[in-house]
């Protein structure tokens, strides 16, 4: 049947088992020859190809007419990206978020997965295995981090965010209580940082869903708000300039008024 549900625990158990299966194996072990430079700056491994498609084939052999897009299947074909906006059931996937960490022996990687029914983020999954970290999110009812439900946090005195492009000491006009680091690197981290009260906003330049959608879903599902700088929510299909992701709606507005700040020409 097209639309067929699959179980969040099945899914969460797929995600572990290729992983440990077509990861794991590889995290610290890789030869050259196994880590390739699709483009100058984004490397991709033999372990990201063989997790997209393991996953790839779970997802269809559930339901055949399922649209898959992967982030290692996009580069070669863009075609499901184009159709994910509309599609009545997709699976996106980022087999290895943060490959470049993955590469150089960091721990700091994910494995991400979110599901999208006509346009809808509906679930959502970042496994951290190298920090024994499930984060699952449903639309509707809430984040569990191994299976136990991440509370909603109050804002701290002084919030801690990370800017792609931007780092340490902001520029004048910006208050006291806001300091600002280095993103992860890794999507899969950054965005659970968030969730715990660990970071108050993040923003990217870049807008890939398989990045963006299972951890937005966790962010909106605490209280928090993803939307582009124009104001746009972040969903299947949806660009911008920059995005902006904020532990509550009254941060993601500081944040907006941060990133003019930090990037005025």
């Known amino acids: 049947m097209a639309g067929a549900v699959m179980e969040t625990a099945e899914v969460t158990e797929a995600i572990?088992?290729?992983?440990?299966?077509?990861?794991?194996?590889?995290?610290?072990?890789?030869?050259d020859h196994e880590i390739i430079e699709k483009r100058p700056g984004d490397?991709?491994?033999?372990?990201?190809?063989?997790?997209?498609?393991?996953?790839?084939?779970?997802?269809?052999?559930?339901?055949?007419?399922?649209l898959v897009v992967g982030e290692?299947?996009?580069?070669?074909?863009?075609?499901?990206?184009r159709a994910l906006p509309s599609a009545e059931l997709a699976w996106v996937i980022d087999p290895i978020d943060g490959t470049r960490n993955f590469a150089s022996g960091s721990a700091d990687f994910a494995v991400m997965v979110a599901e999208v029914r006509a346009g809808v983020t509906t679930r959502g999954w970042i496994w951290q295995p190298m920090h024994d970290r499930m984060y699952v999110a449903e639309r509707g009812a809430g984040v569990l981090l191994n299976d136990r439900p991440v509370p909603?946090?109050?804002?701290?005195?002084?919030?801690?965010?990370?800017?792609?492009?931007?780092?340490?000491?902001?520029?004048?006009?910006?208050?006291?209580?806001?300091?600002?680091?280095?993103?992860?690197?890794?999507?899969?981290?950054?965005?659970?940082?968030?969730?715990?009260g660990e970071r108050a906003f993040l923003g990217y330049w870049s807008m890939h869903p398989w990045d963006h959608l299972p951890g937005a879903l966790m962010v909106t599902e605490t209280g928090g708000v993803v939307a582009t700088?124009?104001?746009?929510?972040?969903?299947?299909?949806?660009?911008?300039?920059?995005?902006?992701?904020?532990?509550?709606?009254?941060?993601?507005?500081l944040a907006d008024d941060l990133v003019k700040v930090q990037f005025a020409r």
């Open 16 to 31: 572990r088992r290729v992983a440990d299966a077509e990861i794991l194996p590889r995290f610290r072990a890789l030869a």
């Open 152 to 196: 909603p946090r109050s804002a701290p005195d002084q919030l801690v965010g990370a800017l792609h492009g931007r780092y340490g000491r902001p520029r004048a006009g910006v208050p006291e209580r806001v300091s600002l680091v280095r993103l992860a690197g890794c999507c899969g981290v950054d965005y659970p940082h968030v969730v715990e």
């Open 43 to 66: 490397v991709v491994t033999v372990a990201d190809r063989l997790a997209e498609r393991a996953l790839t084939e779970i997802f269809r052999a559930q339901d055949p007419d399922c």
């Open 229 to 253: 700088t124009a104001g746009r929510p972040y969903a299947a299909g949806v660009t911008g300039r920059y995005l902006l992701a904020a532990a509550s709606p009254e941060i993601w507005g």
């Open 72 to 81: 290692e299947g996009v580069y070669a074909d863009p075609a499901p990206l």
